[in-house]
C-alpha cells in the first residue's frame, strides 16, 4: 500500500495532486503546526491579470496552535468579496463556469468551521471533481500518535497503516532518509513534479499556481491527464 501524508493546503498547486494520485491512502496532517505565511489558508491566481494571492482571514492564527485548531474570521464579507475577485478575474476562462460551481461548493460550509476544515474540503472535491480517487483520513482522529513527531510519527503512521511505500514531495529529500525508511520495512519515494503548461489568457505561461487556475482553463477530465502525465 502507498501512503502520503501532507498539511492540508487552500486550493494548492496541482504538484498537490499529483502526490495523491500515487498513492492509496492521503494523510491529512492536520494536527501539526500552524505556519504562518504558508499555502494553509492562502495561494497564488491570476487576479487582474496579475499573480496575486488570495486569502482566507483567520482569528488567532499561530504557530503555537495546530492547524486544527485555527479559525476562520466571520465569512459574510470576505467571503463575498473573494468570490467576485475571482469571477471577475476568470469569467472569460474556457471552464469558468464548471470550475467556479466548485469554488462555490467549497466556500458553502459552516460559519464556524476552521481552516482545516475548508482546506481538507477544497482538496477533496477538487480531487473528485477531475477524477483522482483516494481514501483520504485526517490525522488527529486516527492514530493517537501526536506526541511524536517528524520521520518517527511518519513511520509510526505507515505502521499502522501496513504502508510499504511512502511517497513524500521532492522537498522532503533534506528531511528524510531512505536507509532510515528502509529499516523500518518502508520504501521512501519522491514525487519529482514537471507539470505540462497548459493555455491560460496569454501565451506567456506562469506555472505554479492553484489549481482552480488550471481548472478554469481546462475541463476536469483535461486537468487530470495534466496531472496524470
Wanted: aromatic share 12%; with cysteine; charged share 20%.
Amino acid at each position: 500500500m502507498k501512503l502520503a501524508i501532507m498539511q492540508p493546503y487552500l486550493f494548492p498547486y496541482a504538484g498537490y495532486f499529483s502526490l495523491i494520485g500515487q498513492v492509496d491512502k492521503f494523510v491529512f496532517y492536520d494536527d501539526v503546526n500552524f505556519i504562518k505565511g504558508g499555502w494553509i489558508n492562502r495561494n497564488r491566481l491570476l487576479i487582474g491579470g496579475e499573480v496575486r494571492y488570495f486569502t482566507v482571514p483567520l482569528v488567532g492564527a499561530s504557530p503555537n496552535l495546530k492547524i486544527n485548531e485555527v479559525k476562520i474570521q466571520a465569512r459574510t464579507i470576505w467571503e463575498r468579496k473573494l468570490l467576485a475577485s475571482i469571477q471577475q478575474s476568470y469569467s472569460k476562462a474556457p471552464n469558468f463556469a464548471m470550475a467556479f460551481d466548485c469554488v462555490r461548493e467549497v466556500f458553502s460550509g459552516g460559519a464556524h468551521e476552521g481552516i482545516a476544515q475548508l482546506a481538507k474540503r477544497s482538496i477533496r472535491i477538487t480531487a473528485e471533481r477531475i477524477g483522482i480517487s483516494v481514501e483520504f483520513v485526517d490525522s488527529s482522529t486516527v492514530y493517537g500518535n501526536h506526541h511524536l513527531s517528524s520521520s518517527t510519527r511518519i513511520l509510526d503512521i505507515c505502521r499502522i497503516e501496513g504502508a510499504r511505500t511512502y511517497v513524500n514531495p521532492p522537498g522532503g529529500k533534506a528531511l528524510y532518509s531512505c536507509e532510515e525508511f528502509l529499516a523500518h520495512g518502508v520504501n521512501l519515494k519522491f514525487n519529482d513534479v514537471s507539470l505540462r503548461p497548459y493555455k491560460q489568457f496569454t501565451d506567456n505561461f506562469i506555472p505554479g499556481l492553484s489549481v482552480l487556475d488550471m481548472m478554469m482553463f481546462n475541463s476536469f477530465e483535461e486537468c487530470g491527464l495534466l496531472i496524470s502525465s
